[in-house]
């Protein structure tokens, strides 16, 4: 499916949003990503609201093979042949599609956010005291001391 066929079979539904994603198109309204249109077919966003009617119309869930097994991906569901014949009905299955993608959106929690860390300004460079005259006094220590241990005594 391309984008205008895709714009097109969207038109009773309203304005959507199609970015290209994975090998097809992600299908968003409102900024929610309720549909995909991949080689496999066009899969609406499905919860346990909707999946009863997809079951109804002998629809399955969208799934891909890796190569250790097949992931079954239940939040999506394909949509039914029978409605891209049907644009009014498909409008429905599409706003039902885009209530379920808002409810996931709700029920995931966003993350804790971390206090912000207060900005430490840099410290401005400080002139390094010279070590030389440490160092010289050292010198003369070790060299006092030297000097005793050398004394006749």
């Known amino acids: 499916m391309d984008r205008e066929f895709l714009i ?3 038109a009773d539904f309203g304005p959507v949003t199609i970015r ?6 992600g299908i968003s309204a409102d900024g929610v990503n309720f549909a995909l249109s991949l080689r496999a077919g066009l899969f609406f966003r499905a919860d346990d609201v909707t999946i009863p009617d997809f079951e109804a119309e002998g629809s399955k869930p969208f799934q891909y093979s890796t ?6 991906v239940n939040s999506y569901w394909e949509l039914p042949a029978r409605l891209f014949d049907d644009s009014a009905e498909l409008a429905q299955w599409a706003r ?3 209530a379920a993608a808002q409810r996931a959106k709700v029920k995931k929690r966003p ?10 300004e840099p410290k401005k460079p400080v002139a390094k005291k010279r070590p030389a005259k440490k160092t010289a006094k050292k010198a003369v220590r070790n060299v006092g001391k030297a000097k005793r241990a050398h004394r006749p005594g």
């Open 67 to 72: 190569r250790a097994k097949t992931v079954v």
């Open 111 to 120: 993350k804790a956010k971390k206090p912000a860390a207060k900005k430490v």
């Open 20 to 25: 290209k994603m994975f090998s097809g198109y």
């Open 96 to 98: 039902a599609a885009l």
């Open 8 to 10: 097109d079979l969207f």
